[in-house]
C-alpha cells in the first residue's frame, strides 16, 4: 500500500506542478508523508488494505520442524471484498518464503515487494474473480524476529526443545502472512504438527486432556487482532487452579508456579465483578523459559508469563492482574493502531492496580502506585517530549524501540484523575459500559475521546474539562496538580534510608523486619547515584543483596553495583545478563554498563555468551549499547 501510495502521492505534486508553469519549481511540493498531517485512523505499521479486501478467518496447517527451526505450510485466509471493484489482496510478511498461492488448487499471481526494516514485504496477490479463500504455501526464516527456537539446554528441564511466538507489536507478520494490523480481526482454527513427545499450545481453546500425539486442533471463535495470534510448543503440563484458571508449564516448575499464581482465579472473579463478565471462557497462564522477552503478554485464554516473577512469595503477580485484565482492555476493546498503545496499556494498568488492591488491600496497592509513579517521573526526566505523548506518533519508527513507562504509567494516572474528580463508583460504571460498547471493535484515540465527550464530559461537565482531557492526551509531561500516589509502609523505609545515609544507623541496625519486596525496592530504588565501597558492602553484608532471589531487587541493586562499580557484584551481573532476557530487567543494567569503558567491555562478554540464548528482540534492542 505504501508504494501505491508514495505513487499517487508522486502523481498529484507532478500534476500540480505542471498544472501551474508560472510556479517557480523550488516552490514545488516538497512534502514528504513524515511532515504530512497524521491520519488518526491509518495504521502506518502495515501495508495490508482491509478497507478494500478484509479477511476474516485464517486457517493454519503448520509443521514445527525444530531441527530447520522453521514453521512449514499453509494459511488458508478467507476474505470479503470491502470495494467490489478491487483485485488485489495485500498482506504483511516479514522473512516468509511463499512458495505457492492457491484458490481452489489453481494457482494465483503474486508479488513480494522490496523489503521495509521496520516494516517487511508487501505481499500482493491477485485475487481471482470469484471465491472468498486463497491459501498460502510457506515457511518461516530460522531468523523469524516474531519466535524464538530454543534447544534443550535453554529449558527448564534441559531435554526438550522449545518454541514460542510473540507477536505484538509488528511480528506476527514473520509467522504468517496476513492482515498484520490490529484493526484488522479474525477467527482462527489451527492444525499444529510437533514431535510426538511435545504439547502444542496457542491463544485458543486448550485442551489439557489431548492426547499427546504431535497433531494438535485450535479453535479461537471469537474476533481477535494478529497480535494476539501466539503458539507455543515445548514439553508442556497442565495444573488447575480454579474451575476456570490453570498452568501451562514444564514439569519441573509446574507446582511452584500455580502456587505462585494461585489468586488467579480470585482476580479474575474480582475483576468480573467490577468491570462485567469474561468474554474468553477460560483464563490460563503458559510459563515460559527465562529468554521470553517480556514480563508477560495477553495472548487471548493463554497468557504468556516469564518465569522470572515465580519468586515464591506471590510479590510479583501483578503481572497476572496485569495480563488478565488485557482480556477487557486491549482484548475485547483493542487499539486501533500503535499510537494508540496507550488505550490497551493504559487502561490495563488502571486495572491492574484495581485488581491488586481488590485482592491484596490498599496497602499493596499504594506500594504499587508509588513505585509505578516513580518509573514515571524517570522516563518523563529521561524522554523527548514526544515520546511522552500518550497518541504518540509512531511514523516512520519501529514499535518496539518506543517502548515505555509512557503509555502505561501516564495512561492509568490519567484515568485515576478522572476516577477521583467523579467517583470510583462512577468511573467503574462508565468503564463497564465503556468495554460493553466497544466490545470486539478496535478504536483510535480519537474515537474514545469522542465516546468521552457524550459521556463523562457531558454528565460530568462540573467537574471535568475538555482542555484537561486534551493535555493528558496530546501533551507531553504530567499535567499539574494530578494524583500523585503516596504510601505509608514507605515513609519508615524513608526514614530508614535517610538514618543510614547520615550514618546515624549502621545497615545491620537499620529495621527492615517485616519488609515487603515492595519496601525492598522502593529503599533500593531510591539511594542517591553515588554510594562508596564501603556503603554498598556494608548494604550486601547486612542484606545479602548480591545473592537476591527476588529478580526485581536483584535487578534494582545491580542497578546500583554498576552505577559505583561495585565489582563483588558482577560475577552475578554477569549471570543474571546471560539467564535472563526479559528485556524489562537487562536493558537498565546494559544501558549503565554501556556508560564506562570497561563496564562496555564486560557487557560485550556478557552479550556475546547470552546472545544464542537471547529472543530476537533482546538482541535487536540491546545491541546498540555494546557495539
Ligand atoms: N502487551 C504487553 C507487552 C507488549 C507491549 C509487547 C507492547 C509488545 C508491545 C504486556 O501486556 C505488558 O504490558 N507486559 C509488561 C507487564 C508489566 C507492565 C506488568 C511487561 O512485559 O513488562
Ligand atoms: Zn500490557
Same mark, same amino acid.
Given at each position: 500500500? @505504501?508504494?501505491?501510495?508514495?505513487?499517487?502521492?508522486?502523481? =498529484?505534486?507532478?500534476?500540480?506542478?505542471?498544472?501551474?508553469?508560472?510556479?517557480?519549481? $523550488?516552490?514545488? #511540493?516538497?512534502?514528504?508523508?513524515?511532515?504530512?498531517?497524521?491520519?488518526?485512523? !491509518?495504521?502506518?505499521?502495515?501495508?495490508?488494505?482491509?478497507?478494500?479486501?478484509?479477511?476474516?478467518?485464517?486457517?493454519?496447517?503448520?509443521?514445527?520442524?525444530?531441527? !530447520?527451526?522453521?514453521?512449514?505450510?499453509?494459511?488458508?485466509?478467507?476474505?470479503?471484498?470491502?470495494?467490489?471493484?478491487?483485485?488485489?489482496?495485500?498482506?504483511?510478511?516479514?522473512?516468509?518464503?511463499?512458495? $505457492?498461492?492457491?484458490?481452489?488448487? #489453481?494457482?494465483?499471481?503474486?508479488?513480494?515487494? @522490496?523489503?521495509?526494516?521496520?516494516?517487511?514485504?508487501?505481499?500482493?496477490?491477485?485475487? &481471482?474473480?470469484? %471465491?472468498?479463500?486463497?491459501?498460502?504455501?510457506?515457511?518461516?526464516?530460522?531468523?523469524?524476529?516474531?519466535?524464538?527456537?530454543?534447544?534443550?539446554?535453554?529449558?527448564?528441564?534441559?531435554?526438550?526443545?522449545?518454541?514460542?511466538?510473540?507477536?505484538?507489536?509488528?511480528?506476527?507478520?514473520?509467522?504468517?502472512?496476513?492482515?498484520?494490523?490490529?484493526? #484488522?480481526?479474525?477467527?482462527?482454527?489451527?492444525?499444529?504438527?510437533?514431535?510426538?513427545?511435545?504439547?502444542?499450545?496457542?491463544?485458543?481453546?486448550?485442551?489439557?486432556?489431548?492426547? +499427546?500425539?504431535?497433531?494438535? $486442533?485450535?479453535?479461537?471463535?471469537?474476533?481477535?487482532?494478529?497480535?494476539?495470534?501466539?503458539?507455543?510448543?515445548?514439553?508442556?503440563?497442565?495444573?488447575?487452579?480454579?474451575?476456570?484458571?490453570? =498452568?501451562?508449564?514444564?514439569?519441573?516448575?509446574?507446582?511452584?508456579?500455580?502456587?505462585?499464581?494461585?489468586?488467579?482465579?480470585?482476580?479474575?472473579?474480582?475483576?468480573?465483578?467490577?468491570?462485567?463478565?469474561?468474554?474468553?471462557?477460560?483464563?490460563?497462564?503458559?510459563?515460559?523459559?527465562?529468554?521470553?522477552?517480556?514480563?508477560?503478554?495477553?495472548? &487471548?485464554?493463554?497468557?504468556?508469563?516469564?518465569?522470572?516473577v515465580?519468586a515464591g512469595d506471590k510479590s510479583l503477580v501483578s503481572l497476572?492482574a496485569?495480563?488478565?485484565?488485557?482480556?477487557?482492555?486491549?482484548?475485547? =476493546?483493542?487499539?486501533?493502531?500503535?499510537?494508540?498503545?496507550?488505550?490497551?496499556?493504559?487502561?490495563?494498568t488502571?486495572?491492574t492496580y +484495581?485488581?491488586m488492591e481488590?485482592i491484596y488491600g490498599t496497602d499493596r496497592y499504594n506500594m504499587e502506585a508509588v513505585l509505578g509513579y516513580q518509573d514515571l517521573e524517570a522516563d518523563i526526566a529521561?524522554?523527548?517530549?514526544?515520546?511522552?505523548?500518550?497518541?504518540?506518533?509512531?511514523?516512520?519508527?519501529?514499535?518496539?524501540?518506543?517502548?515505555?513507562n509512557? &503509555?502505561y504509567e501516564?495512561?492509568a494516572l490519567?484515568?485515576r484523575?478522572?476516577?477521583?474528580?467523579?467517583?470510583?463508583?462512577?468511573?467503574?460504571?462508565?468503564?463497564?459500559?465503556?468495554?460493553?460498547?466497544?466490545?470486539?471493535?478496535?478504536?483510535?484515540?480519537?474515537?474514545?475521546?469522542?465516546?468521552?465527550?457524550?459521556?463523562?464530559?457531558?454528565?460530568?461537565?462540573?467537574?471535568?474539562?475538555?482542555?484537561?482531557?486534551?493535555?493528558?492526551?496530546?501533551?507531553?509531561?504530567i499535567?499539574?496538580?494530578a494524583p500523585v500516589p503516596e504510601s505509608d509502609a514507605f515513609s519508615k523505609v524513608d526514614t530508614a534510608r535517610n538514618a543510614w545515609l547520615e550514618g546515624s544507623l549502621s545497615a545491620k541496625q537499620v529495621d527492615t523486619q517485616g519488609w515487603t519486596v515492595h519496601q525492598w525496592l522502593y529503599f533500593l530504588n531510591n539511594m542517591p547515584d553515588e554510594l562508596n565501597e564501603s556503603q554498598l558492602s556494608a548494604l550486601d553484608d547486612a542484606f545479602q543483596l548480591t545473592a537476591s532471589k527476588n529478580n526485581e531487587i536483584a535487578h534494582s541493586w545491580l542497578l546500583i553495583a554498576v552505577k559505583n562499580?561495585y565489582?563483588?557484584a558482577?560475577?552475578r551481573?554477569?549471570?543474571?545478563? #546471560?539467564?535472563? %532476557? +526479559?528485556?524489562k530487567l537487562?536493558?537498565p543494567l546494559?544501558?549503565e554498563?554501556?556508560?564506562?569503558?570497561?563496564? !562496555?567491555?564486560?557487557? @560485550?562478554?556478557?552479550?556475546?555468551?547470552? @546472545?544464542?540464548?537471547?529472543?530476537?528482540?533482546?538482541?535487536?534492542?540491546?545491541?546498540?549499547?555494546?557495539?
Open positions: 500500500m @505504501k508504494s501505491i501510495r508514495y505513487l499517487a502521492f508522486f502523481w =498529484v505534486t507532478t500534476l500540480l506542478a505542471c498544472s501551474n508553469p508560472e510556479q517557480p519549481s $523550488e516552490t514545488k #511540493v516538497q512534502q514528504t508523508p513524515k511532515q504530512t498531517q497524521i491520519d488518526n485512523a !491509518k495504521d502506518y505499521h502495515s501495508f495490508a488494505n482491509p478497507d478494500e479486501v478484509k479477511v476474516s478467518h485464517i486457517d493454519l496447517d503448520l509443521t514445527a520442524d525444530f531441527e !530447520k527451526h522453521q514453521l512449514i505450510g499453509t494459511a488458508t485466509l478467507t476474505y470479503q471484498k470491502v470495494d467490489e471493484q478491487s483485485e488485489t489482496l495485500i498482506l504483511d510478511t516479514r522473512g516468509l518464503t511463499i512458495l $505457492e498461492v492457491t484458490a481452489g488448487n #489453481v494457482p494465483l499471481a503474486f508479488e513480494l515487494q @522490496k523489503e521495509d526494516p521496520n516494516l517487511g514485504s508487501a505481499l500482493r496477490i491477485t485475487l &481471482p474473480k470469484s %471465491g472468498n479463500q486463497v491459501t498460502i504455501n510457506y515457511h518461516t526464516s530460522k531468523e523469524a524476529s516474531g519466535a524464538q527456537w530454543l534447544t534443550p539446554e535453554q529449558t527448564a528441564g534441559k531435554q526438550f526443545p522449545f518454541l514460542f511466538t510473540q507477536a505484538q507489536a509488528v511480528h506476527a507478520r514473520s509467522f504468517i502472512p496476513l492482515q498484520d494490523s490490529p484493526q #484488522v480481526r479474525v477467527t482462527y482454527t489451527a492444525t499444529i504438527r510437533t514431535p510426538e513427545e511435545l504439547l502444542a499450545v496457542m491463544s485458543a481453546a486448550n485442551d489439557p486432556d489431548t492426547e +499427546r500425539d504431535g497433531v494438535y $486442533e485450535f479453535n479461537m471463535p471469537q474476533p481477535i487482532p494478529s497480535y494476539l495470534i501466539a503458539l507455543a510448543i515445548g514439553d508442556l503440563h497442565f495444573k488447575a487452579m480454579g474451575e476456570r484458571t490453570g =498452568v501451562y508449564a514444564e514439569p519441573s516448575i509446574l507446582d511452584a508456579a500455580a502456587k505462585e499464581f494461585e489468586d488467579t482465579e480470585s482476580m479474575l472473579e474480582a475483576t468480573e465483578k467490577t468491570y462485567g463478565p469474561y468474554s474468553w471462557d477460560r483464563y490460563d497462564l503458559l510459563i515460559l523459559p527465562p529468554s521470553f522477552p517480556f514480563g508477560g503478554m495477553e495472548n &487471548p485464554r493463554l497468557s504468556f508469563i516469564t518465569p522470572t515465580i497476572i496485569h495480563e488478565l485484565a488485557h482480556s477487557w482492555s486491549g482484548n475485547t =476493546v483493542t487499539n486501533a493502531t500503535w499510537r494508540d498503545l496507550w488505550l490497551n496499556e493504559g487502561f490495563t488502571y486495572l +484495581r485488581i481488590m529521561a524522554l523527548p517530549d514526544n515520546d511522552e505523548i500518550l497518541a504518540i506518533d509512531l511514523r516512520g519508527r519501529n514499535p518496539d524501540d518506543v517502548f515505555s509512557i &503509555p501516564k495512561g490519567f484515568l484523575e478522572i476516577e477521583q474528580k467523579i467517583g470510583r463508583d462512577n468511573f467503574d460504571k462508565f468503564l463497564l459500559e465503556y468495554f460493553n460498547h466497544f466490545a470486539f471493535e478496535s478504536i483510535t484515540t480519537d474515537q474514545f475521546v469522542n465516546y468521552l465527550d457524550k459521556t463523562l464530559l457531558t454528565t460530568y461537565a462540573d467537574v471535568l474539562d475538555k482542555e484537561r482531557i486534551q493535555q493528558w492526551i496530546f501533551e507531553p509531561g499535567p499539574e496538580g562499580q565489582k563483588p558482577y560475577e551481573l554477569h549471570s543474571y545478563l #546471560v539467564n535472563i %532476557g +526479559r528485556n537487562v536493558k546494559y544501558k554498563l554501556s556508560k564506562t569503558v570497561e563496564g !562496555k567491555a564486560f557487557a @560485550k562478554r556478557a552479550f556475546e555468551e547470552a @546472545k544464542p540464548g537471547y529472543h530476537p528482540l533482546t538482541v535487536r534492542v540491546n545491541k546498540k549499547f555494546v557495539e
